[in-house]
């Protein structure tokens, strides 16, 4: 195709995309009482998603790092016990996972008298805010728990390769040079690690946004769970398929900025 | 031990459903994401643009969002047209996980074609390639050794993300393992170890055997 050609076809594509995304929001405005009416309970359930997606990734990344030291550890057993936490990890279903947390030792711990909801209710009547305790809060306690491990072995290996990607001879020359074992990985070796596993870290923080999704299965009133229990009982389909499709939004303005986010990040480090 | 032969048989059954899922669902997430990758090389905007929202959206949302979507939402409107037959679980499950990893596979396919350097294009076309000669001969034999590990990566997260499709009452491992554990709540442990070393029994060797080509599909270049 010649360029002229190119060029009309192009102007056309304009004028054309704009009328989608007209007709899309031609499609929201079409829904606009559903849209005012369940826009608080899908905020609270984004509020929810953000509060578990940040608590997980902070208890993921202590655990990713304990691990990455573990799998760099010169004690084999250390090492062994790493690499089998990493592996059993990687090699199972993150849902699976979730669900052994939750019924598996979320009972057996209970059966034996630990109660996270108990515990977290009588912290906050001596704080007089027990209010603030959803009843779900087991659920919110083992999901979290296990969306942390789960990633925490992701991360490990994350951090491992960062670790490793720092030449040996710089933490040798800063060991003979008097440097503290502690001191050479606080001083030489991270400062430099960091700068690798910052994009790959955002990464892993999206998808387990999208996987905190999974902790609708046990009830908790996140925005997926909040979405379902909002469409389930809509007995119009294009109701209810708009009721998806709203949900869907919200986990896209939460995670397309941070994938971009990531992109610029990876260019940057890219460049040095 | 609580688990019957019986038990065992089910768990091997739902291995098998497993393995069905991702069989059918990774051709067609490889194939609409090699159409995807070219359309979003291309230099028309009509195909580049469709193909990039595609794969913004598919990766920004969350695959159980995707899979309620289908099989909720998508299945009321199937019915209110009387295709009552196609709201399944294999048929939202299989579509979901292949539009969902689609998008993953078509930014592996991107990134092959663009790591063999231009200059090798320009030399074999400049030996008198036609294009599509350059692209057979040249660019994919280099190409595809770069693609095949993170594909069968990705083969394995389809194998694990399969069991969200539990959640729609998809006969696969997790739901397997969700009704044994419903009826053997008590001492529920024997179960969860069995699907583990299931998972793993199906994970390990795959990538086992990725490293293994790579190696061999390296040492042919």
Redesign the interface.
Known sequence: MNKRGTKGLNSLFFIALTVVIFGFFYYLYSFKPLIILYLPFLLQGTVATIIISLVSIVLATLLGFGGALGRLSSYVPIRWLATLYVEVIRGTPVLVQLLIWYYGFGNLLSSLGFNPYTIAFQLMTVLQNNSLVPDSFNGFFYGVIGLSFNYGAYLTEVFRSGIESVPRGQSEAALSLGFTPWHTLRRIVLPQAIRLTIPPFTNYFITLIQDSALLSTFAITELEQQTYALAFPQVDANKKLFVFVYGALFYLIICYPLSLLARYLERRMARG | MNLTHQDFLAFLGGARDTLIYCAVSFPLALFLGLILALMSGS????LK?PARIFI??M????????L??LY???G??L??FNLAQYDNAWVAGITSLALNYAAYEAEIFRAGMLSVDYGQIEAALSLGFTKRQSFLRIVLPQAIPLMIPPFVNDF?YML?????V??ISGTEL?AV??AW?SHH?SN??AG?AL??VL??LL??PTSYLARLLEQRLRANL
């Open positions: 230099h028309l905007l009509w643009t913004e959206v990766r920004s949302t969350p695959m159980l969002t995707q309620f979507l909720y939402g998508v009321a409107v019915v209110s394995i694990k993300d399969s069991s969200v539990s959640i997790t393992l969700s554990v709540g529920p442990f969860y699907a583990i998972y793993l994970s390990l």
